[in-house]
């Protein structure tokens, strides 16, 4: 199932940036001049880089990932539903602070057929839970984007899920570069559980496609592996997503569909996230 996901949304994704790039070719595309796109790449890099300096940005997200799985007597599916909520803020041009929140929702069912006494019985468990996450953290960017080079930012968390004590703290480079009408993103993180000194590396690339001075594509690919010599360490989880990204005045929207490529992660993820700087 995870190999068919993958054919998909390569292919769609193949043909969405194909199509696009030649309708740029043709005078196709509503790009109203080059001052429009330049503001709108700014502003599309700035949504991954920083604030400016007083500002806020304020987003909220809903996901739902699907993950099923089955064998000649068992089937199981995993439903989970995600609330994000997050709040950053711009201490100076290079330094901003965030907040995030998270809730989550799993609903668990699995159905079981066996035989007794040349009876088929079948049995249906369903379980259900829920969980918070939170986070803080704070950005810096320590080269800005010039010529040939990509803007560097670092980015240190701190992050907890619900009482547990059991604390994660993070790090992660992210690198941004523009090439008009194209913005490229990629990240390399490392993330260290405190109490069970679990380690993993997480990776992302991504690309944003500006079609006009409102509207751009994107799609990441999202790595998670976590390293050391447990039973862990094969878990990996990796995820190929496509989006749409929209502004208005400032506001953007970004509707969005993944799907996972490894046995551990979820088949499918649908998210619509809206964020409002001010």
Known sequence: MKKTFKAIITGILFLVFSQNSLAEEEGKVGIKSKD??????????????????????????LSYQFDGNSTLFTEESLRVINLYSSLEYGLTKNIGIYGVFLYSNASKNVKTAYTNNEE?????????????????????????????????VLDFSFSGKNKEKNKTISSKINLIK?????????????????DSYKKSVALVGGIGFGIN?????????SWSIPIGNNFDSKKDNAMLSGRVIITSAQDTFEPSV?????????????????????
């Open 120 to 152: 088929t019985i079948v049995a249906n468990i369903k379980e259900s839970s829920n969980s918070r996450f939170s986070k803080i953290g704070i950005k810096k960017v320590i080269f800005l984007e010039e010529n040939n080079f990509p803007e560097l």
């Open 178 to 194: 523009s090439f008009d009408p194209i913005v490229l993103l990629g990240s390399f993180g490392l993330n260290y559980e405190t």
């Open 258 to 278: 993944s799907f996972g490529l490894t046995e551990f992660s979820p088949d499918m993820s649908l998210g619509i996230s809206w964020s409002r700087r001010f």
């Open 36 to 61: 429009d796109l330049k503001a709108y790449l700014e502003m599309f890099r700035n949504s991954h880089s920083l604030l400016k300096k007083g500002k806020f940005r304020f987003t909220e997200s």
């Open 213 to 221: 001075d409102k509207i751009a594509l994107g799609s990441d690919l």
